[in-house]
């Protein structure tokens, strides 16, 4: 009934407009409750996605530790061993540039330990790659790359010397041929301290580029190679470090790069170019 009726009294029209007024009430109470559901039918599903989100995360993150987990474990127990790769760590590069070849009697050899994250090793990389190459192709000398992880703590958590050491121990198994070109692409390609470094992808891209097999380059990227040679990398590293021979005198500490003639620490001036092959040419016999 219509409060303006003419025919209701001045009471009745007051009891028309508070019934009137409590059924808008009512109405509008049920419009709210309605869109309270709803909100919180909203916020449930998007707290439910939000939780499966960091679950997903969760278990991704714990499986990935746990493949990438490593024991404290001296190298001869290392089960995953790159088959290029000698009993102390070492990769030796043949003439033709691939890993594993058979070293050439009776010359030195020069043993080179060095971080693929290491600033001085990528100076001393770019000062006597010529030479290293030289010693290979003329048959002055042995050459034996030793790759080393000790500085993780400066890639942000990513553990970049740890990924790119293991991606050359990857290379040098399954593609021992463009081992050296993914060597010298790492350093020419090298990430400063302090960043993030390259994602394994890129990583993997660099080796396509030196020439790496698509399906080699595509377990770089997935992380198969460090969770395949992460323990050897870690036990080599620790054998390097552990080694009184390779001692840094001035530092009291093993450091990068560090490099040897016959096994034996030399601590020549690396950044003269003709003081590394007189060293060579002086331990010849």
Not at 203 to 222: C, F, N
Request: hydrophobic share 45%.
């Amino acid at each position: 009934m219509s409060t303006n009726s003419p025919n209701l009294s001045k009471a009745q029209r007051r009891e028309a407009a508070r019934a009137q007024a409590l059924a808008l009430k009512k109405k509008q109470e049920a419009a709210d409750r309605r869109a309270r559901l709803i909100t919180m039918s909203v916020l449930g599903v998007v707290v439910v996605a939000l939780l499966a989100v960091v679950a997903f995360l969760f278990i991704r993150d714990h499986r990935e530790n746990a493949a990438n987990a490593v024991d404290d474990i001296a190298l001869s127990e290392v089960q995953n061993v790159p088959s290029a790769a000698r009993a102390d760590g070492g990769i030796p590069v043949a003439a033709d540039r691939s890993a594993g070849g058979a070293p050439t009697d009776g010359v030195p050899e020069v043993g080179i330990y060095f971080d693929y994250m290491c600033p001085i090793c990528g100076q001393f990389e770019d000062l006597n790659k010529d030479t290293l190459e030289g010693f290979l192709a003329d048959g002055t000398a042995n050459v034996v790359m030793f790759p080393v992880s000790i500085l993780d703590r400066v890639s942000q958590g990513t553990a970049y010397s740890t990924r790119a050491a293991s991606a050359a121990a990857w290379v040098a198994d399954q593609a021992p041929a463009n081992f050296l070109d993914f060597h010298e692409a790492l350093f020419a390609n090298e990430p400063e301290e302090q960043t993030a470094g390259h994602t394994d992808a890129e990583i993997a891209d660099l080796a396509r580029g030196a020439g790496v097999p698509d399906l080699v380059a595509d377990a770089i990227a997935s992380g198969e190679a460090r969770r395949t040679f992460g323990q050897w990398v870690f036990s080599a590293t620790n054998a390097a470090t552990a080694n009184s021979a390779l001692v840094n005198p001035q530092s009291g500490g093993f450091g990068t790069p560090t490099i040897t003639i016959d096994g034996e620490r030399w601590d020549g001036n690396w950044t003269d170019p003709t003081a590394l092959p007189q060293a060579v040419a002086d331990a010849t016999p």
